[in-house]
Nanobody, 121 residues
Framework: QVQLVESGGGLVQPGGSLRLSCAATGNILSINRMGWYRQAPGKQRELVAEITRGNRLTYADPAKDRFTISRENANNTVYLQMASLKPDDTAVYYC???????????????WGQGTQVTVSS
């Protein structure tokens, strides 16, 4: 069974930085795309950033110029480096992966359990 294990959330002051990590574990053949989404209280889950196996990057407007997504294909891990954090960035951040896994192998879309990021003074 494939799991996405996230880490790195926490409390940070406005203007601070955090790095989130997400490792995909299980019987994985390949990962097409990995990304980060977030959901603030009372709001819908939204895309933050995603990266394909070929390193094509997509950023939502709030993340541009402040956040950087990267991945290590060998370790099936994706990172989100966040800088210049604002209170509006407060949310639960979820890792997501589009991948081939299992036996028999099949395509799946998997979510992590979420990690809380709180930006407050």
């Amino acid at each position: 069974q494939v799991q996405l294990v996230e880490s790195g959330g926490g409390l940070v002051q406005p203007g601070g930085s955090l790095r989130l990590s997400c490792a995909a574990t299980g019987n994985i053949l390949s990962i097409n795309r990995m990304g980060w989404y977030r959901q603030a209280p009372g709001k819908q889950r939204e895309l933050v950033a995603e990266i394909t196996r070929g390193n094509r990057l997509t950023y939502a407007d709030p993340a541009k110029d402040r956040f950087t997504i990267s991945r290590e294909n060998a370790n099936n891990t994706v990172y989100l480096q966040m800088a210049s954090l604002k209170p509006d960035d407060t949310a639960v951040y979820y890792c997501n992966a589009d991948l081939w896994a299992g036996s028999p192998m099949r395509r799946a879309n998997v979510w992590g359990q979420g990690t809380q990021v709180t930006v407050s003074s």
